[in-house]
């Protein structure tokens, strides 16, 4: 066997060692070959229900410590029932024996778009992790750039930052009440995202502020759709207003030009031409 292929074995085997495992040290090429079971650390942000027709598929999204996340999904009546037991939203566990799998693609529907995905089966040991242990605060793949919307699958779940430049008018509707906020991303572009319900009810004061002030917004779990071109909030999405985060300063030539303009119509206009499409 050649030096470079016993090297990454032994890289490989070395790897396996370190606990707990981040998402972003799977490499695609440890995919080829023999394979192979990982232990990781992950809190479970979001837990879907399970699939009604034949109640044998579920999904979860999960994060590191480092705010990495990744879709984790299980099959079989059996198994989905166990996991469905044994996994609660915001709890941290520990699991050993889990396979990472490549993305299918567009044609097996997913809520993230992340490269690989976590296979839970029946070989899968899942406990509390009892260790205390500090998660991100902030998912680590916030898209600054929201014209990357556009290449991804409808229904896909984003987490953004962008500006609060213009609030539109609350719409009342037999789902709940909503909103159409126009936001501004890193590269100066304007965004429409649809708020709903309780994101806007507990927050109006702070929608308020960061409309008046062009304030600085991370959302996450926004679920993106095709045919409306627009973000929504999902329910799992929660917003931080003027985060703390490492972004930001993308956003400060932003603000301050905003801030000397001091002219709306522009978002307003780009809002009623949306309106109209």
């Given amino acids: 066997m050649e030096p470079v292929v016993l090297n990454r074995e032994r890289a490989a085997a070395d790897r396996l060692k370190r606990m707990p495992m981040l998402f972003d040290d799977?490499?695609?090429?440890?995919?080829?070959?023999?394979?192979?079971?990982?232990?990781?650390?992950?809190?479970?942000?979001?837990?879907?229900?399970?699939e009604p027709?034949?109640?044998?598929?579920?999904?979860?999204?999960?994060?590191?410590?480092?705010?990495?996340?990744?879709?984790?999904?299980?099959?079989?009546?059996?198994?989905?029932?166990h996991f469905d037991n044994l996994l609660h939203e915001k709890h941290v566990y520990k699991m050993d024996n889990v396979k990472f799998n490549l993305h299918p693609g567009e044609f097996n529907?997913?809520?993230?778009?992340?490269?690989?995905?976590?296979?839970?089966?029946?070989?899968?040991?899942?406990?509390?992790?009892?260790?205390?242990?500090?998660m991100a605060p902030f998912p680590k793949q916030i898209l600054l750039n929201l014209a990357d919307i556009a290449e991804l699958p409808n229904r896909t779940l984003v987490d953004i930052m962008a500006v609060v430049v213009h609030l539109g008018t609350i719409h009342r509707t037999m789902w709940g009440p909503f909103?159409?906020?126009?936001?501004?991303?890193?590269?100066?572009?304007?965004?429409?995202?649809?708020?709903?319900?309780?994101?806007?009810?507990?927050?109006?004061?702070?929608w308020a502020l960061a409309k008046e002030d062009y304030g600085i917004i991370t959302g996450t779990m926004f679920r993106r759709f095709r045919r409306q071109e627009c973000l929504e909030s999902s329910d799992h999405t929660a917003i931080?207003?003027?985060?703390?985060?490492?972004?930001?300063?993308h956003f400060r030539p932003i603000q301050k030009a905003l801030v000397a303009l001091n002219n709306r119509q522009f978002a307003v206009t780009f809002l009623e031409e949306e309106r109209r499409r």
């Fill in 240 to 249: 931080h207003f003027n985060p703390f985060h490492h972004n930001t300063h």
């Fill in 26 to 50: 799977y490499r695609d090429e440890d995919f080829y070959g023999l394979p192979r079971k990982y232990s990781i650390v992950a809190r479970v942000e979001v837990k879907f229900p399970i």
């Fill in 179 to 206: 909103r159409k906020i126009v936001i501004m991303d890193a590269r100066g572009y304007l965004h429409i995202i649809k708020v709903w319900g309780d994101l806007l009810n507990k927050n109006a004061l702070r």
């Fill in 109 to 134: 529907f997913r809520h993230l778009n992340g490269p690989m995905e976590l296979c839970l089966d029946q070989q899968a040991i899942v406990e509390p992790y009892t260790v205390p242990i500090q």
């Fill in 53 to 81: 027709r034949f109640r044998d598929k579920q999904h979860f999204v999960l994060s590191d410590i480092n705010g990495a996340k990744i879709e984790a999904i299980t099959y079989m009546y059996e198994t989905v029932k």
